[in-house]
């Protein structure tokens, strides 16, 4: 995990890129883990795209494939280890947030039809997310757990960040890119997973995630352009009257 934050222009959009993130794993408390987060809304982020790197749970999933997040379970969250824990702060939101729906529908129909532009289909999935602690990786029976809960893929982030940003008012989508098959079954001959794998699976998707992104944030930048200019008459006339 690099550890960087780049900041620039992304199909002409302002972003903030966080190269790596933090972990609870490596040590970090939950708030801190999520702290980006609220940095980004102070600075006026308004949508959130998260990636992460997951195992499959689901065995019809292949490593490489994509899968845009419909739901997450943040088992940490549920067992105590959640970001909002704490004296509420009402600046970014309600202290009993809802999270029904934390991943926009809108942006995952326009996630599914640009990736279907860009040939992608093949790789594509939608599925549930489920946050673990790490660092370690799975037993077969945690894993046999977790996919008996409803969950497709696993891994160990995404879902606190993802919470943060709700409670903010921030819309989400999220990609979570499947770099190993998830083993079920007991003294299985597979090869167990390991760092370098989900390193290298990740590095060999890369490119098209970046493109599917970088996509995708441009046609959410003419979406804008068009809201604007439809908003500017309707300001311009506002305007008018107040001087009649
Ligand atoms: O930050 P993400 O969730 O993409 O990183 C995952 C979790 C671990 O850091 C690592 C496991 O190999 O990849
Ligand atoms: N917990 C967990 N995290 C991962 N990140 C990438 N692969 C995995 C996995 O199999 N399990």
Redesign the pocket.
Known sequence: ?AGNLVLGYLSGVPTVCMQG?L?FYEGHPAWLVTMPIRMMKLIGVETLIVT??SGGLNQDYNSGDIMVIKDHINLTGLTGQHPLVGPNDEKFGPRFPAMTTPYDPELRRLAQETAKELGFSGFMREGVYVKVS?PSYETPSESRLLRKIGADTV????APEVVVAIHAGMKVLGFSMVTNVVILKQDSDKTPPT?QE?MDTANKRAKDLQLLVKTIVGKLASTLKATESAATPAAAMLHKEKEN
């Open positions: 995990h993130r972990h992460n790197a790490g891994g160990m982030s995404t760092h989900v």
